[in-house]
């Protein structure tokens, strides 16, 4: 119960005793003061009629005539006329009882007066002729008790209503602050930080609101100062100091995200270049090379600018560009038209710069990528005659015009089936929720996720693709009690023509039941267009779907995205978890204060279970965790 409820019940029962006593002590004084003024009436009234008995005659017809006279003029309940032993010779009187047509019975039989009355002797000389007896009239009394008696309760009534409604501005007024510092609360815990500016005038609420005001800048500056500290990390960790590109670290862990099986970017090119450092350093110092290595970083970034590309210095001399998604014709174009812009932009680079080229699948390991990469670069600078060396490889692929017919059998003839694969607890030993991918059965022949994604690219199919899949969730929803979720790529959230389509089609599925399908969204499309990735996820919260991030690697600029968007969980790749300890003690300090759950992605070995469950990280998913039992 509310401070003001209890007031106002202790308040009311205040009120509520201090009006009947009020109104007893004040209907008693009334009472009495009307009796004696009616007692001094009658007393005056017996004096009257004696004097005018006496001027008229004492006789038997003028002492009738002048009593028939006083009691028609007078209000009297009766009045009587008795000789010297007690016996009544006349007697006038009201036919009618009390009247009670205007005084309820209840208030006579409180006031409960007897009858009010005054005696006289009626004398002639020395002769006593009798006595008379006047009885004053109770209804009057009775009447005029009871009209004062309101007046008193409606006075009382309206002084107290009024009191009262001037006491529960008074004590809203007062109390406000209380609702201020509850409100502040409430930001808090919704991780919204407002400082009230309005100091109550009351001391005690005064000292509480600066304390929750000093509370609120303290938790603030540590969310600013975390947010920070995972900016600067990403910098320490992922950011070569030269060149400010990205670094070895970074291509690990983006191939090692890319060599997933189920990520849409597991297909693509490898170019490595490497320089002779050693000569540039020896011939043009070293301020001078550092400077020509930051210009040569800034023109690979202008010409692999295709997306989800990776350009990182894995080394001193040699630097790697990762372009997912690319057939072995345009990767070459793209490799020649760089090399002749580095000859003609870098005559000092002339003959010091090699380059190779190769294909790389999900199939390979990040250890395989390294040797691979070492034995081309190898081979480029033993046949440096060429512009660039390649490794060809023979890949029995689909034709084009093949994958656009069995894309387009597949979404008529429903050929794409759900994967679902388990995120578990390994404290609690329960699951979490399930993550849903897709494969392809087409004409008995099983395609898995990455065997069909990168032509879905290709062929620009993967909007058709994805809002298929959606549709297909959000069907077999209705039939399940679990919570499931579907990653959506970034591809698909820079499209807003898709938002459109997503709020046309959550529409036809609203119910009650959305809360039970969450949609994560990549690190990568808050990096990429904050804005269009804000609009989804608002998108998914007015349909009370679910939201969460995936692919999480601490490469943001900024973190404040996550306090306003609080997504359910965020999943990263165990390789970030395990060897970006720093990064991750930092995070685990921001996800905790905004009660958002990690989740580690691609674990396959019990060792590696062990590792992630002595940092914290409890929550798994991987080829470890679809079985259950074997957990147990």
Known sequence: MSLFKQVSIVLSFIFTILFILITAVSFNIIRDSAKKSLYENVQNSVSSISLSITNAGTD????????????????????????VYENIVYEVKKEKEINQDNTPKWFIEL????????????????????????????????????????????????????????????????????????????????????????????????????????????????????????????????????????????????ANEYLDKDNPNNKGFITIVSHRIDVLNKTLGYEKTNNILRNFAILMKEEFKKDFSVISRINGSEFVILIPNIDEKNAKEMVSIFIKKVHDTFVELENKMFVGLFKYENKKSINSIFVEMDYVISQA????????YFIEEIDNCKTKEQWINIINISLKEDCFELVYRN???????????????????????????????ASVLELDRLNDVYLYIINK?????????????????????????????????????????????????????????????????????????????????????????LKELKPKYIKASKYFLLESKQSLS?????????????????????SEL????????????GPIMQNLTELS
């Open 60 to 83: 038997a017809s003028s002492i009738k005539t002048v009593l028939n006279a006083s009691f028609d003029n007078g209000n009297y309940e009766k009045i009587v006329f008795k000789d």
């Open 111 to 254: 006031v409960n007066i007897n009858e009010i009355s005054a005696k006289s002797t009626i004398s002639n000389g020395w002769n006593i002729l009798g006595n008379i007896e006047i009885y004053n009239d109770r209804n009057i009394f009775y009447q005029q008790t009871y009209s004062i008696f309101k007046n008193l309760v409606f006075s009382l009534l309206t002084s107290f209503i009024l009191l009262v409604v001037i006491l529960f501005f008074l004590f809203k007024y007062i109390l406000k602050p209380l609702e201020t510092i509850k409100k502040q609360a409430d930001s808090v815990m919704n991780n919204e930080f407002i400082l009230e500016e309005k100091i109550p005038f009351t001391k005690e609420f005064k000292s509480v609101t600066l304390s929750i005001n000093s509370m609120i800048n303290k938790i603030e500056k540590m969310f600013i100062n975390t947010n920070n500290v995972l900016k600067l990390n990403k910098e320490l960790l992922y950011i070569d100091e030269v060149t400010k590109i990205n670094n070895r670290k970074y291509f690990i862990l983006k």
């Open 381 to 388: 600078k033993l046949f440096s005659e060429k512009e660039y």
């Open 423 to 453: 995120v578990v607890d390994i404290n609690l030993k329960n699951m979490i929720h399930k993550t849903i991918s897709f494969e392809l059965n087409y004409k008995e022949e099983n395609l898995s996720y990455k065997d069909f994604i």
């Open 473 to 561: 969730v959000l069907d077999i929803n209705k039939n399940l009690n679990e919570s499931i979720s579907i990653q959506l790529p970034t591809l698909f959230i820079e499209d807003l023509n898709n938002y459109s389509i997503l709020k046309e089609l959550f529409t036809k599925y609203k119910n009650e039941k959305n809360q039970n399908i969450i949609f994560e969204i990549e690190e990568d499309s808050f990096n990429k267009n904050l804005k269009n990735t804000f609009m989804y996820v608002n998108l998914f919260k007015e349909f009370n779907f679910g939201f969460a991030i995936f692919n999480f690697i601490a490469n943001s600029d900024d973190y404040i995205y």
């Open 586 to 606: 930092v995070l685990k300090i921001l996800t905790q204060s905004l009660d958002i759950k990690l989740i580690a992605t691609s674990v396959t070995e019990v």
């Open 610 to 621: 062990n590792l992630l469950s002595q940092i914290g990280i409890n929550a798994i998913c």
